[in-house]
């Protein structure tokens, strides 16, 4: 199942990409998560970066919708890359996800661009979701998929804090 979802940041697509390139940030979006586990690490490749993160979420931890087809901890691994930018500062990156133990295959390529008022970034991410649980595995996915938008609001809120202090 496929979705397009946008994130606005209220800062310059150099700004934007600083602070996802920066180990902190990155730290702070998944705190909410109580990851104890969680290993975070950020590799500058040229003027790009590839933000890598993994670690396991328990069966508890996860949504109902997913969480009974899964009787232990998941391992998971998720790795967002971003290329160099453009003379504008727009940037093409990916999302690759992977978790061990559940039925599951994501993943998203992703577009930094300058927003049209000039003091904001627009990230647009095309996600791609499969569930590979027979008979459920697409009502899995809308379920999940239904969540983007709270997730991309905690992003944005997230974000624009961020930046309010860098």
């Known amino acids: 199942m496929k979705k397009r979802v946008t994130i606005t ?8 990409a600083a602070m ?3 180990p902190a940030y990155q730290r702070s979006r998944f705190e909410r998560f109580s990851l104890e586990d969680a290993s975070i690490d950020v590799a500058v490749r040229g003027r790009g970066f590839v933000a890598t993160v993994s670690g396991s979420v328990p069966p508890s931890r996860l949504p109902a919708a997913a969480a009974r087809f899964v009787r232990s901890a998941v391992s998971f691994g998720l790795t967002e890359s971003w290329g160099e930018p ?37 990230v647009t ?7 590979s649980v027979p008979l459920v595995g697409r009502s899995v996915e809308e379920k999940v998929l ?16 961020w930046l309010a202090t860098a």
């Not at 940041?9 to 934007?16: D, H, I, K």
Request: no cysteine; proline share 6%.
């Open 86 to 122: 453009a003379a504008d500062g727009a940037r093409a990156g990916s999302l690759d996800a992977t978790a061990k133990g559940a039925p599951v295959k994501a993943g998203a390529t992703m577009s930094m661009r300058p927003g049209a008022d000039g003091d904001s970034t627009q």
């Open 146 to 161: 239904a969540q983007t938008g709270r997730v991309v609001a905690d992003e944005e809120r997230r974000g624009a804090a």
């Open 20 to 22: 996802l390139a920066d």
């Open 9 to 16: 940041y209220p800062a310059s697509p150099a700004r934007v």
């Open 125 to 131: 991410i095309d996600l791609e979701l499969s569930v």
